[in-house]
């Protein structure tokens, strides 16, 4: 029994050495992906935080359980995941560059084009048709042109 | 579609904004979280093969009591009287 223990604990100190090496690298961008689809602003951003800490409790429960996958993707798909399911909580903007949007239209674009991932890849992460994963990101990216556009006719107006 | 581009490229400039500042226990709170659910599994999943090793041996005990692939002995044959 103790040498089993001992063998849980050198299990636990390796993963959490190879976890703290990956969470170094790359919870910064993570942190933003999380802040950019809860729409909350860079330095107040609880709710993302949240969702982060919990999308990477899930990845170290799952280290190393299948090598060939990408610790990085993993955290992201669980983080996408979370927030699909928990969207209703997150309609309204907090502040941050994607508050016009809905969480549905966030999440898509972000995966599009703030992460790069395919259309194929983002419909297959998403439960969606590859169609209509095209369709809301052109709408998203007119919906923010248009917003950008009228504040800034705003600011030139106020200027 | 290279106006598509363009407008597309022009989001891709507004997400691409510095990181915001990650909290300095975030890994050690993430790890606490994720090993709690790892050691809650494995009790489940432990619990669960107990439970499974009980019914069996539950069951052996039984059989080798009751015996029920014996077949019983015949109660509705007329009593064999004045042989």
């Known amino acids: ?11 636990r100190t390796y993963r959490a050495r190879e976890f703290d090496a990956f969470v170094a690298g790359a919870a910064g961008r993570l942190l ?58 997150h309609h309204g903007g907090r502040g941050g560059v994607l508050s016009a949007l809905h969480p549905q239209e966030r999440l898509v674009l972000v995966l599009r084009l703030y992460e790069g991932v395919a259309e194929e890849q983002a419909a297959a992460l998403l439960g969606l048709p ?7 990101c052109a709408r998203s990216v007119a919906a923010l042109r248009a917003a950008a556009r009228s504040d800034g006719t705003a600011r030139g107006r106020a200027a | 579609m290279t106006r598509h581009e363009d407008k597309e490229a022009a989001v891709r400039r507004l997400l691409d904004t510095p990181h915001p ?63």
Do not use: C
């Not at chain 1, 802040?35 to 982060?52: D, V």
């Not at chain 2, 993430?30 to 599994?41: C, I, K, M, N």
């Not at chain 2, 005990?61 to 042989?83: C, F, K, M, Y």
């Open chain 2, 21 to 83: 500042p990650v909290p300095g226990d975030l890994a050690r709170r993430a790890a606490e979280r994720g090993s709690r659910r790892l050691h809650r599994a494995r009790r489940v999943r432990r619990a669960l093969w107990v439970l499974g090793v009980i019914a069996v041996a539950v069951f052996f005990a039984w059989a080798s009591v009751a015996r029920p692939w014996e077949v019983p002995p015949a109660e509705t044959t007329p009593p064999l009287d004045g042989w």
């Open chain 1, 130 to 136: 590859v169609a209509r994963v095209r369709a809301v």
């Open chain 1, 32 to 89: 933003h992906t999380a802040t950019l689809l809860t729409a909350e602003t860079r330095t107040r951003n609880p709710h993302a935080q949240a969702l982060l800490t919990a999308a990477l409790a899930h990845t170290y429960a799952l280290w190393g359980r299948s090598p060939d996958e990408d610790p990085y993707e993993l955290a992201r798909r669980e983080l996408v995941g979370r927030f699909a399911r928990t969207a209703w909580r």
């Open chain 1, 1 to 11: 029994m103790g040498e089993q223990r001992s063998g849980h604990g050198a299990e």
